[in-house]
């Protein structure tokens, strides 16, 4: 009866270790890419819709009646670090009016992310160079623009993949990470439990090795 029970608990354990590691780490072993991924949000404008052709907003000492944000969220998709890894983002205008007042960066770590050096090359082309992006580090970009025009994207590296996400991937992208993080928990307290249940079977084992022996001892100690 004490033996089902043993049973009864370790194999949901086993099979809970199974699954994780089935759904979680194969998945990441055998995943060896080298990618980048990419995603453009729908632009912000930043005044109101009414009024702004007769009001002038001073950004930069230049006058402009439109200020809108473009935002830009790139990531090491892949399982391989990108070191020197240069990207392109250019507007798609002519027009010698367009102006780029402002680019803010945040990066994911904050801290230790690693150099980053801006080039700018024409008025609408902005490049930026990145000296080490590790798997899954972030750099999110926001355009501070007098216009709206389609935002393009550009990189090349020895064997990398370029890959555009959709919003539907970017919440899937978060979802994952939560799931992933608590399966690996999961996985762990599994692990320490079937860990703990082994070390007690062993220890009662001899336990009852001990005590048969004692009573043997004693039992023919009596005989005598």
């Known amino acids: 009866m004490k033996k089902f029970i043993v049973s009864l608990i370790i194999a949901p354990l086993f099979v809970a270790i199974i699954a994780a590691t089935y759904q979680y780490a194969l998945p990441e072993i055998f995943k060896k890419s080298k990618e980048l991924s990419y995603f453009i949000a729908e632009p912000v404008s930043h005044l109101p819709s009414d009024g702004t052709d007769t009001l002038d907003v001073v950004v930069n000492s230049v006058k402009t009646k439109r200020l809108y944000g473009q935002k830009v969220k790139l990531w090491n998709s892949g399982k391989i670090a990108l070191k020197n890894l240069s990207v392109l983002f250019v507007f798609d205008t002519n027009d010698p009016s367009f102006k780029i007042f402002n680019i803010s960066l ?14 700018t090359t024409i008025l609408y082309r902005r490049r930026f160079t ?22 393009r994207v550009f990189s090349k590296q020895e064997n990398m993949k370029l890959i555009v996400a959709s919003s539907s991937e970017i919440s899937e992208r978060r979802i994952s990470q939560k799931y992933k993080t608590i399966a690996i928990i999961s996985g762990s307290l599994a692990t320490s439990l079937v860990y703990f249940s082994f070390v007690m079977v062993s220890l009662r084992r001899k336990w009852l090795l001990k005590k048969n022996v004692q009573n043997y001892i004693e039992k023919f100690s009596k005989v005598k």
Do not use: M, Q, R, W
Request: aromatic share 8%; glycine share 2%; charged share 25%.
């Open 106 to 119: 945040v990066t994911t770590p904050k801290e230790e992310f690693g150099k980053i050096i801006k080039e």
């Open 130 to 151: 990145f000296e080490l992006l590790n798997e899954n580090n972030e750099a999110s970009l926001t355009f501070l623009t007098n216009n709206l025009c389609p935002l």
